[in-house]
């Protein structure tokens, strides 16, 4: 049984940092891609960002890049989101995700397989 588990949420004021941490069990993420995606309230979930593997690829939405970085410590079986320069529309739950089949761009939910929890993420403005 694969299990993913996010932390590190929280309340932040805009222009404020977080970093999200996404720490698996039941399976070696270390030959899986991995997303992140996030769902404000009212919303769809949407794409935030993924990394291969090998942590050598990353994508991001156009809303985040330049702002957030992903990052995965294959030893620690834990992928990371860094959020810089955080705005009130960052505002969401964010989960991570891994799947059998996906790419680290892949930005449809559907093809993931494995899911967190979530963690909250507030930023005030």
């Known amino acids: 049984q694969v299990q993913l588990v996010e932390s590190g949420g929280g309340l932040v004021q805009a222009g404020g940092s977080l970093r999200l941490s996404c720490a698996a069990s039941g399976r070696t993420l270390m030959s899986y891609a991995m997303g992140w995606f996030r769902q404000a309230p009212g919303k769809e979930r949407e794409f935030v960002g993924g990394i291969s593997w090998s942590g050598s690829t990353t994508y991001y939405a156009d809303s985040v890049k330049d702002r957030f970085t992903i990052s995965r410590d294959n030893a620690k079986n834990t992928v990371y989101l860094q959020m810089n320069s955080l705005k009130p529309e960052d505002t969401g739950v964010y989960y991570c995700?891994?799947?059998?089949?996906?790419?680290?761009?892949?930005?449809?939910?559907?093809?993931?397989?494995?899911w967190g929890q979530g963690t909250q993420v507030t930023v005030s403005s």
């Open positions: 995700a891994s799947g059998d089949r996906v790419f680290a761009g892949e930005r449809r939910d559907r093809r993931y397989d494995y």
